[in-house]
Nanobody, 123 residues
Framework: QVQLVESGGGLVQPGNSLRLSCVAS????????MGWYRQVPGKGREFLAVKSYRDGRASYANSVRGRFTISRDYVKNTVYLQMDTLKLEDTAVYYC????????????????WGQGIQVTVSS
């Protein structure tokens, strides 16, 4: 059983940056595609970014492309989400997830989820 724990969230002003971390235990990140989703109350989970386990290629949602970067550290068994130029619309609970598929396309194709962490962008 893989466990994922997010950290690094909090309150940040618009235009600033924040880096989220997701530490995995009970599994090797090299065996999973790792992704980030976010969710606001009353809405479904929104895809943000994913990095394939097969070739390490990253894909991003249009809303965050050019601002967010997903990366992995195999030594620390940790995946990161670097968030730059944050906007008010980025306020949400952010989730780290792991998938056994090489290129998961929706939430049903992920096997493990973190508990979520709040990111609030406010002046």
């Amino acid at each position: 059983q893989v466990q994922l724990v997010e950290s690094g969230g909090g309150l940040v002003q618009p235009g600033n940056s924040l880096r989220l971390s997701c530490v995995a235990s009970g599994g090797d990140l090299r065996l999973y595609s790792m992704g980030w989703y976010r969710q606001v109350p009353g809405k479904g989970r929104e895809f943000l970014a994913v990095k394939s386990y097969r070739d390490g290629r990253a894909s991003y949602a249009n809303s965050v492309r050019g601002r967010f970067t997903i990366s992995r550290d195999y030594v620390k068994n940790t995946v990161y989400l670097q968030m730059d130029t944050l906007k008010l619309e980025d306020t949400a609970v952010y989730y780290c997830e792991a998938s056994g598929r090489s290129r998961p396309s929706d939430p049903t194709e992920y096997d493990y989820w973190g508990q979520g962490i709040q990111v609030t962008v406010s002046s």
